[in-house]
């Protein structure tokens, strides 16, 4: 079995500070993680992806990601937040002998101005 | 453009009707799949495909129905026994040869299916 906790359901950062969105998961195997975000009456865009190789994943947006295996966790993170990228944030996973991604409950991301 | 067309976008169902959401990819993409998004639940699979004529239940199939006749398209029946539709309902699809595995799932823009 496969599964992704997002520990919190809401994120609340100030504009221009760092922000850390949570997602810590369990597999078979060696894991494919991916992080999604999700405006309002939207689809899921794809931000980025752990596959293998280096724990820091840089993706779109100036969004990044940590891989840690020893914690099973990969974090999304932004250095510096935008009023912008308030959005639901999704974290998924999918085992190397799985064909389907589990998602997490999602992370709505509020950045005040 | 490619991507990924859903329709309609908002959709109405009478009790006791099935309805069906409409789903085209021209990604050229093998694997398409059905989901369903409830506040606060994340994404819940109903349904997937990996080949043409070919497709396997996900968690929550049940009051659901699909078929895959071409490899553009993948609709979805909600059927009148799937007693709780009211949902956002998102398709998506991906590469599945080669580096398929590693590749990100495409997603359309959803239909919202409400209950009149």
């Known amino acids: 079995a496969q599964s992704v906790a997002q520990p919190e359901d809401q994120v609340n950062v100030a504009e221009g500070n760092p922000l850390t969105v949570k997602c810590t998961y369990s597999v078979s195997g060696n894991p494919y993680l991916f992080w999604y975000v999700q405006y309002p009456n939207r689809g899921l865009q794809f931000l980025l992806k752990y596959i293998t190789g280096d724990n820091l994943v840089k993706g779109s947006y100036g969004f990044e990601a940590e891989f840690n295996k020893s914690q099973t966790s990969f974090h999304l993170k932004k250095p510096s937040a935008l009023v912008s990228d308030s959005a639901l944030y999704f974290c998924?996973?999918?085992?190397?002998?799985?064909?389907?991604?589990?998602f997490g409950k999602g992370t709505m991301l509020l950045v005040s101005p | 453009d490619g991507g990924i067309t859903q329709s309609p976008k908002y959709l109405f169902r009478k009790e006791g009707q099935n309805v069906t959401l409409s789903c085209e990819q021209n990604?050229?993409?093998?694997?398409m799949y059905w989901y369903r998004q409830d506040p606060g639940q994340g994404l819940r699979l109903i349904y997937y495909s990996q080949i043409v004529n070919d497709f396997q239940k996900g968690d929550i199939a049940e009051g659901y129905s699909v078929s895959r006749e071409k490899k553009e398209s993948f609709p979805l029946t909600v059927t009148s026994a799937q007693k709780n539709p009211t949902a956002f309902y998102l398709c998506a699809s991906r590469v599945t040869w080669g580096e398929g595995n590693n590749q990100p799932q495409h997603f359309g823009d959803g239909t919202r299916l409400s209950i009149l």
């Open positions: 990604l050229n993409h093998d694997a």
């Open positions: 998924a996973v999918r085992g190397s002998g799985y064909s389907t991604l589990t």
